[in-house]
């Protein structure tokens, strides 16, 4: 069982201890472990408005619980003004490709530069939407891939607001 649950929130119940893998429109949003209790929490970026299907199934997986749902379009003219955090991937974790990372954060978006080893093989700018929110879909391939999160305009020379380094499978 999962569902939605406040902004920014998928929720359900698993094997205790269990590692489940959420996909949003097939593409996964991350892994997280059942607590002892079954119960499990994932904060992902906010979606984009339209029809949207979960699914949430157990490590290894081909199938699972699905879920469709509705998003409504934010609303116009929001003032970002939100600490900058990445949401639902951890730095040293494994995701199936494609995935969707991201999160909240303020000024006008950020620019994502990605990394293989030492060689640079993506960049995006991603703004905000009306939700404060941004996302990256991404299918690089599989291997150790690096993200580097800056705000928007900042130069590449700067340091990044972080890092995050995933095993992409």
Not at 72 to 94: H, I, T, V, W, Y
Not at 139 to 150: A, S
Request: charged share 20%; with cysteine; net charge positive.
């Amino acid at each position: 069982m999962f569902r939605i649950g406040s902004y920014q929130t998928l929720e359900g119940i698993a094997k205790p201890n269990q590692t489940v893998e959420v996909f949003e429109d097939g593409a996964s949003l991350g892994r997280v472990t059942a607590a002892a209790d079954g119960q499990w929490r994932l904060y992902v970026p906010p979606p984009p408005s339209g029809t949207r299907v979960y699914e949430v199934r157990a490590v290894g997986a081909v199938s699972g619980a699905r879920l469709s749902l509705q998003v409504p379009e934010a609303q116009a003219g929001a003032s970002c003004k939100r600490a900058f955090a990445l949401l639902n991937l951890q730095d040293g974790g494994a995701v199936s490709r494609p995935f969707r990372f991201g999160g909240v954060g303020s000024g006008s978006g950020y620019t994502v530069r990605v990394k293989r080893g030492d060689r640079v093989i993506g960049r995006k700018d991603l703004p905000l939407s009306a939700a404060c929110g941004w996302s990256y879909l991404s299918n690089p391939g599989p291997g150790q891939i690096t993200y580097e999160v800056r705000p928007t305009g900042v130069p590449e020379t700067e340091p990044p607001l972080t890092t995050i380094s995933l095993n992409v499978q």
